[in-house]
């Protein structure tokens, strides 16, 4: 399990997000492919930490004293919602930068 999530940590580099004043069409496309394979490996990740924990309370059955758990379950709720912090900021760049190249293309049709 811990080499899958070391994989999935690899795979979760952020995606390069195009300027939306000077991209082409086709590097938005290329932008919005890649942003959308992040939030895969984000969501394959924020999986595999749901699972890794799951497991490790499972393993551990009565012997985890109940702070034990609650920290557990803690350091897997700040993971998950880091990834899960990092995918939006992600997504709401590439939407602002979705709105310039929407705005710039428009200024040329018109």
Same mark, same amino acid.
Do not use: W
């Given at each position: 399990?811990?080499?899958? #999530?070391?994989?999935?940590?690899?795979?979760?580099?952020? @995606?390069?997000? @195009? $300027?939306?004043? =000077?991209? =082409?069409?086709?590097?938005? /496309?290329?932008?919005?492919?890649? *942003?959308?394979?992040?939030?895969?490996?984000?969501?394959?990740?924020?999986?595999?930490?749901?699972?890794? #924990?799951?497991?490790?309370?499972?393993?551990?059955?009565?012997? #985890?004293? @109940?702070?034990?758990?609650? $920290?557990?379950?803690? *350091?897997?709720?700040?993971?998950?919602?880091?990834? /899960?912090?990092?995918?939006?900021?992600?997504?709401?760049?590439?939407?602002?930068? /979705?709105? *310039?190249?929407?705005?710039?293309?428009? $200024?040329?049709?018109?």
């Amino acid at each position: 399990m811990k080499a899958l #999530l070391a994989m999935v940590l690899a795979a979760t580099a952020a @995606p390069v997000i @195009p $300027d939306g004043a =000077t991209a =082409t069409l086709e590097e938005m /496309v290329a932008g919005q492919k890649a *942003v959308g394979a992040y939030q895969k490996a984000i969501n394959d990740y924020t999986a595999c930490i749901d699972k890794e #924990l799951e497991d490790s309370l499972a393993k551990g059955g009565d012997k #985890l004293k @109940p702070e034990q758990k609650t $920290d557990m379950q803690r *350091v897997e709720a700040q993971k998950h919602n880091a990834a /899960v912090d990092q995918l939006q900021a992600i997504a709401d760049r590439f939407n602002e930068q /979705v709105k *310039v190249y929407k705005a710039r293309t428009a $200024d040329k049709k018109g």
